[in-house]
């Protein structure tokens, strides 16, 4: 004998629940579409209704993670996280690993967030926040690392020489740069950074 089922009331048979959203998920694509407006536009042009439309949510929803407008940019101008992933190989390795890291992010996710540092002259008073973010969260941190005499100089230095190559890569747009495998810039590229991280 069978038995029928009747669905809860209120509910039809083919009534399906609406798919969660992935928290972390949104809260980097916000993140992105921060970074992507304030590489382009004054930080003071910016309404939470662009960054909005670019990480395809609500306004409401970034309030709802973020706070205000200032909270959400005051972790878009921290570089921690950025000089987490960049700085994440022994000193001998690091070299390659921050040129290779670097170019992985312009190819994979069309930009690298450490390149945010270049656009600092746009930004006003809020470029002065930029600029003394990445000196401490990058440079800084980098010297750390480093062994032997003028560690925060050759910290800068070999900092410097990756923002050249990312600018030409990811900005210029190097039309051979852009020609030529990742690995093989790689392998001529991460010996000129790298020579100022080991004495």
């Known amino acids: 004998m069978s038995t029928v089922t009747t669905p809860h009331p209120g509910l039809t048979a083919s009534a399906t629940p609406a798919p969660r959203r992935d928290a972390e998920a949104t809260k980097a694509a916000i993140l992105r579409a921060a970074r992507y407006l304030l590489a382009r536009h004054a930080h003071a042009d910016i309404t939470l209704k662009a960054v909005a439309e670019r990480a395809g949510v609500s306004a409401p929803l970034i309030l709802k993670y973020f706070g205000n407008k200032d909270a959400l ?33 312009q190819t994979q996710r069309g ?50 020489i990756l923002l050249g190559l990312g600018v030409m890569y990811g900005i210029a747009r190097g039309t051979h740069l852009r020609a ?20």
Request: glycine letters at 6%; aromatic letters at 4%; hydrophobic letters at 45%.
């Open 73 to 105: 940019f005051a972790r878009v101008m921290s570089f921690d996280s950025d000089a987490d992933a960049l700085l994440d190989a022994p000193l001998a390795d690091l070299g390659r690993h921050m040129v290779s890291h670097l170019l992985e992010g």
């Open 111 to 160: 930009a690298d967030p450490v390149l945010r540092i270049v656009f600092a002259p746009l930004q006003g008073e809020q470029g002065d926040i930029l600029r003394a973010n990445f000196r401490t969260q990058v440079s800084d941190r980098l010297a750390e690392r480093l062994t032997g005499p003028d560690a925060g100089l050759r910290a800068e230095l070999a900092v410097s």
């Open 180 to 199: 030529t495998p990742i690995e093989d810039i790689v392998e001529r590229y991460a010996p000129a950074v790298q020579a100022h991280l080991t004495p």
